[in-house]
């Protein structure tokens, strides 16, 4: 079993950031009719989501999170000493997005930074990632960032995932703290690697055509745009991620009622709902912004905590996070979180002139 434990690493501040363009569901009506988009809302839950502008990356989102993370809790930049990127919406083939992330962010050059492509999972994985650096280093301060785009890989005319996924980034500010207990349980099941795929544009199939055909599933999309297999990606996530929660609470000895928050992967509603059900968890306990942010993938846990608590203060909530998705990829982690160090989602329109590069050097 994949499962980790540090006594020392405490989540120390977590930020989000969207962008400022909505997308309501109901504009889809004349693309897929009344009834379809009416269906959609109910069994998803979705009712808007954030789109970037052209130019906005997931790093932007995540810059803004981390920047606004780093002035509000007034930490020294050069004591960052790790600094992960998670996203598969990354600006380019090369360099790591997380480099153009520690320029922008001004951070020391005894500093770590890299990228992980991860998707749904970012958080657990991202936590596991830098909590083992930070124990079995002189790190005592780091940042995971994490962020999508996904509204750039999918095809309009796709009404599986068109109206599903939103763009969304965020910031977990880790520190090396006494009596802070991290847990992480970590799964992958590479057997359902193209349950949620892109197809082209990788190495694999760098020259693919870019016409939009007729899938076997009745949706229209080209080998560039994001498939998911929901059939699969439901069976996985009804059996497997629950099997996942009920190894970390045998592992860990803490049942789901010595929890205050379960801030969990925003797949849609109605799985929400289900795991809730199983668990015996009040939704009051559950945060869900999917109806306002869409499934926006690598940040989604992140963003329903600080839509949930980022105007709340003085409270320190006991949280398990819940991740699962693309990969297929899965896992499950615990803090306590001062709910003063969560910021409120932030909107933002940054976009990173200096990395638009249309010509020669």
């Known amino acids: 079993m994949a499962f980790f434990q540090y006594?020392?690493?405490s989540i120390a501040g977590v930020a989000s950031a969207v962008p400022t363009p909505r997308v309501e569901i109901e504009s889809f009506i004349d693309r897929f009719g009344q009834?379809?988009?009416?269906?959609?809302?109910?069994?998803?839950?979705?009712?808007?989501?954030?789109k970037t502008l052209e130019h906005q990356t997931a790093s932007d989102l995540g810059f803004v999170a981390a920047e606004r993370l780093l002035t509000h809790k007034g930490i020294n930049r050069e004591e960052i000493g790790a600094l992960v990127f998670i996203a598969h919406s990354v600006d380019y083939r090369r360099p790591a997005t997380a480099c153009v992330l520690h320029k922008r962010l001004g951070l020391s050059k005894d500093c770590a930074a890299f990228d992980i492509g991860l998707g749904c999972s970012a958080t657990v994985y991202g936590l596991q990632v830098l909590g083992s650096m930070m124990a079995n280093s002189d790190i005592t301060k780091a940042l995971l960032i994490t962020g999508e785009t996904l509204t750039?890989?999918?095809?309009?005319?796709?009404?599986?995932?068109?109206?599903?996924?939103?763009?969304?980034?965020?910031?977990?500010l880790l520190e090396k703290k006494e009596n802070s207990p991290l847990k992480v349980l970590l799964r992958t099941d590479g057997t359902g690697y193209n349950a949620i795929?892109?197809?082209?544009?990788?190495?694999?199939?760098?020259n693919a055509v870019r016409e939009d055909v007729l899938w076997p599933d009745g949706n229209i999309r080209n080998l560039y745009n994001t498939y998911m297999n929901g059939t699969d990606v439901f069976s996985f996530t009804i059996s497997e991620v629950p099997a996942a929660i009920c190894d970390f609470i045998e592992k860990t000895g803490e049942e789901p009622?010595?929890?205050?928050?379960?801030?969990?992967?925003?797949?849609?509603?109605?799985?929400s709902k289900q795991l809730a059900k199983k668990f015996k968890i009040p939704m009051e306990k559950m945060p869900l912004c999917i109806d306002r942010y869409g499934n926006t993938s690598a940040p989604a846990a992140t963003i329903a905590l600080c839509d949930r608590y980022g105007d709340v203060s003085g409270e320190k909530i006991k949280t398990m996070f819940c991740c699962f998705g693309v990969g297929l990829s899965w896992g499950v982690a615990s803090a306590t979180i001062n709910t003063d160090d969560i910021l409120p989602v932030t909107e933002t329109d940054e976009v990173f002139l200096e990395g638009i590069i249309n010509e020669p050097f």
């Open 7 to 9: 006594n020392n690493i």
């Open 152 to 172: 750039k890989m999918v095809n309009p005319e796709d009404k599986s995932v068109a109206m599903l996924f939103g763009d969304g980034g965020s910031a977990v």
């Open 35 to 50: 009834e379809a988009v009416e269906k959609f809302s109910k069994m998803t839950g979705v009712k808007e989501f954030r």
């Open 197 to 206: 795929i892109a197809p082209a544009g990788g190495y694999r199939n760098m």
């Open 257 to 271: 009622e010595k929890y205050d928050c379960f801030a969990f992967h925003q797949a849609n509603q109605y799985i």
